[in-house]
C-alpha cells in the first residue's frame, strides 16, 4: 500500500484572496529606502540614535567654532578671486556674531562668554583671520550696538561700551579698512565714542526705521567722526545714485516684494541714466 500525504481541503480563490491580503506587501521598488538607510539587524538602531544625537540641538563646540571662522575665510576668499575690492565682516543686526557680542544671547560659561572681553572673543578671532588670509587693508567690520534685533539686546549703554569699546581696542591695531556703525543716533555720543576707540575710517547708518535719503546724508557728514554713509534701499533700486543725487534727478522707486529674491529681477534691471 502506497503512503499518501493528507491533503487539507482545497483552498478556494476566495481564501486565497484573504490570505494574500493580510500577507505584507513590499512596497514599489521607486518608493524602497536606500539600502544604506534600512536599518541593518542591531546596526541600525546603533545608527538611528548616532544621527538624533548628531542632529539635537548643543553649544557651540571649539570645532564647531574654528569651522565658522574656517567658513569666514573661505568666503573672503572666494570674494576676493571674483574681483572685488574688499570684504565685510557681518557682526550686526542679531546675526551670529553679534549673538556673542550681546549678553542676553551669549550665555557661554567659557572663555567665550560672561564678561565683556569673553563675549568680544570670537568676533576678534573671526576678524583676524580674515584680514590674514586676505590683507586688512580690504578688511571692514560692521556693528550695530544697541540695535536689539533678533533677540540679541543689548540694554545696558555702560555694557555696550565695555564690550564694542574693548573690540574696537583690539580690531584697531590691526589696520582694517573701515569700520560700519547701525545705529539709531548714528551721528551721536556712542558713535563717536566708538569711533575714537576705533581710530578709523568710519561710516554710518540710521537702520531700518527710515530709508536714506540725501538730506540725510549731508546732515550726517557734518560729524567730525564720519566719513561716508552707508545707503540701502536706494542703491538697489538707482545703481546711478551718485549721478541721480548729484544732478537732481529722479530716483527709482525700489520693489520690497523682490528684496532678498533668488534671482537676478530686482536687483539688475532697474533702469539707469541715459548716457550722454
Request: proline share 6%; hydrophobic share 40%; charged share 30%.
Amino acid at each position: 500500500m502506497v503512503a499518501r500525504r493528507r491533503r487539507g481541503p482545497r483552498r478556494g480563490r476566495a481564501d486565497r484572496d484573504a490570505a494574500d491580503a493580510r500577507r505584507p506587501r513590499r512596497p514599489p521598488r521607486c518608493q524602497r529606502r536606500p539600502a544604506r538607510d534600512r536599518p541593518q539587524r542591531g546596526r541600525g538602531l546603533r545608527r538611528t540614535a548616532h544621527r538624533r544625537r548628531q542632529g539635537a540641538v548643543h553649544r557651540a563646540r571649539a570645532d564647531d567654532l574654528r569651522r565658522v571662522v574656517r567658513g569666514h575665510v573661505a568666503a573672503a576668499r572666494r570674494a576676493i578671486a571674483a574681483g572685488m575690492d574688499g570684504v565685510e565682516v557681518h557682526a550686526a543686526n542679531g546675526y551670529l556674531l553679534q549673538q556673542y557680542l550681546s549678553p542676553a544671547s551669549n550665555i557661554r560659561t567659557d572663555h567665550y562668554g560672561g564678561s565683556a572681553q569673553n563675549r568680544a572673543r570670537f568676533v576678534v578671532e573671526v576678524v583676524t583671520a580674515v584680514a590674514e588670509a586676505v590683507g586688512a587693508d580690504r578688511v571692514g567690520v560692521r556693528i550695530s550696538p544697541e540695535h536689539d534685533y533678533q533677540d540679541a539686546f543689548e540694554p545696558d549703554r555702560d555694557d555696550v561700551l565695555a564690550t564694542y569699546g574693548g573690540l574696537l581696542d583690539r580690531l584697531r591695531r590691526m589696520g582694517l579698512a573701515y569700520l560700519s556703525v547701525l545705529h539709531r543716533e548714528p551721528a551721536g555720543n556712542l558713535v563717536e565714542e566708538l569711533a575714537a576707540r576705533f581710530d578709523g575710517p568710519v561710516v554710518v547708518n540710521s537702520g531700518f526705521a527710515t530709508v536714506s535719503s540725501l538730506a540725510e546724508a549731508e546732515q550726517l557728514l557734518r560729524a567730525p567722526f564720519v566719513d561716508a554713509v552707508a545707503v540701502g534701499r536706494p542703491v538697489i533700486a538707482n545703481p546711478d545714485l551718485v549721478e541721480r543725487w548729484h544732478g537732481g534727478h529722479s530716483l527709482n522707486e525700489p520693489r520690497p516684494e523682490l528684496f532678498y529674491a533668488d534671482s537676478a529681477e530686482g536687483y539688475t534691471d532697474y533702469a539707469s541714466l541715459p548716457i550722454g
